[in-house]
């Protein structure tokens, strides 16, 4: 039997390490941290659950390729999933817009808000409804169809790309002045820096509105470990706290991974479950340079990585009838060279377990781009003065809630501040980024094979794959990276 070793446990070397032993062969996940999940993860800290990942999940609605694919890989098998009323509520002087689940009610309720958009209002609609038919290619990757295929494969993708044809090259910025109310401006353009894409918002729109963008209850870590017991049930082995910092290169093909504890593992596949920049710099020394990484890598404005700080509070209380993410302007206050000027919250009243009874968990993010993870990444040489900053941030996180909120006034107790320097940490994630290379409207999108110039058994899987990345794209790549094995090893692939 062939033997696979899969650096990094994270959702896509999950989900390559279930199909490998669904295609007969052998299974080795290598994981630097004591648990598995990657950024798919959530930790206890005094009673309380914090979610750090999952906000919305493509492949919630049942009957669908990716729903099938995650239930395959045991992520969403029985699990029942919790759809918010609304995607977003964002308040500007006075006046709240909602990015309602039904769109219909959106649709009415801006027009309520702003009837001279109403041309502006009828085009957004449209366009998300139209949208509402796309659906996340899952089968096969491009490199691995025919030509029959991907004709058919263009077709089902037809009205995603009349969507980029149109919006693919606007900003967010220029979208959201077609609206003349200030308060949808502002909500539009605050989805994403202004020169995104305003593609980006219809596609989580139209998902999110269907009820394929929704969030499994239970969460993210109880979500990563379903894939880790499917994996183990397959019969795979998993080693924790087992960093690979070397690979045995020889005559095209990796032999072995070397790994931070002294164990040695053989290979006949090695698949790099991890983050791109790490594999082509550490593991491969950059021996092995790819000019789609290279290119994006030295582009930062047209391909930027985003990072976030995550306050997480404790409430003792519970939540009336608030959205569950609700944006809101704060008393601006000043983080390395930005002003912060609003703040959004996200409450938990879904999940009880993640709180003590009678309280709710909060989390506040705040995102974080290049020039932020470069103060980050110079403060935390001085421990001392990152603590007292990622303290001051928690306080003026909770002061802002409690101005917004007069009645959660001392009730609310700041649980724990992650920041860039924590997700790469944690993950060794690429100047802490949570996403790949974000959509912008200069930067070209990119499917990538995985395959590393000049070795033959080593693949790349994950989110770096396909940006910009997310769970969805995690677990088709680490699914699809098996596939190109069984191809090379001339061996039909079995999916379920
Ligand atoms: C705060 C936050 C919120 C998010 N929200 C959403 C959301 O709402 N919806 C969504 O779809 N996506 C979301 N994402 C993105 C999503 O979590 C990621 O796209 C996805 O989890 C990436 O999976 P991956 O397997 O490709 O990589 P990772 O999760 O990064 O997994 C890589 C794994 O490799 C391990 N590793 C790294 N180096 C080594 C090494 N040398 N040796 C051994 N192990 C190693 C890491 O510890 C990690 O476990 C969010 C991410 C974050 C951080």
Known sequence: MKRIIIIGGGISGLSAGIFARKNGFESVILEKNPGLGGECTGWDRQVYHID??????????????????????????????????SFLAFEHEGVTVHLYRDLDRLRASWLELSPQDKDAIEDFYQTTRKLQS?????????????????????????DAGT?????????????????KHPALQATLS????????????????????????????????????????RYLSLGGSIETQCEAVELTIDHKKVHQVICNNGKIFEADYVIAACDAHLLYERLLKGKYPDHDFQKRYSNPEDYPLASQILVALGYEGTFGDLPRSLSFPVTPFNMH????????????????????????LITCSINQFHKDYDAWDSLARDSEAYNREKERIGKAVLQSIETRFPWMKGKLKILDVATPKTYERYCNACRGAFMSFLPTVRGKMMAHTGRIKGLDNLFLTG??????????????????????????????????
């Open 337 to 360: 060279q930005s002003t912060i000027s609003r703040l959004t919250i996200t409450h938990y009243r879904h999940e009880p377990s993640f709180a003590p009874e009678g309280c709710t």
């Open 463 to 496: 989110q770096w794959l396909q940006p910009p990345g997310g769970l969805p794209v995690a677990v088709i790549t680490g699914k699809d990276t098996i596939m190109r094995i069984c191809k090379q090893e001339k061996k039909p692939f079995i999916s379920s």
């Open 134 to 158: 796309y659906e996340t290619p899952v089968e096969k990757p491009e490199d691995l169809m025919t030509f029959m295929q991907r004709i058919r494969l263009m077709i089902s993708l037809k």
């Open 190 to 229: 605050s989805f994403l820096p202004e020169n995104y894409s305003a593609s980006f918002l219809f596609f989580a729109l139209a998902a999110f509105t269907k009820g394929q963008a929704s969030i499994p209850c239970g969460g993210s870590r109880a979500l990563a470990m379903r894939m880790v017991e």
């Open 52 to 85: 750090g990942c999952i906000h919305w999940l493509v492949g919630t609605k049942a009957g669908t390729p990716i729903h099938d694919l995650w239930v395959t890989t045991g992520a969403l098998d029985g699990v029942e999933i919790f759809h918010p009323e």
């Open 163 to 179: 969507v980029m044809q149109k919006y693919g090259r606007i900003s967010l910025k220029d979208y959201a002045s077609t609206f």
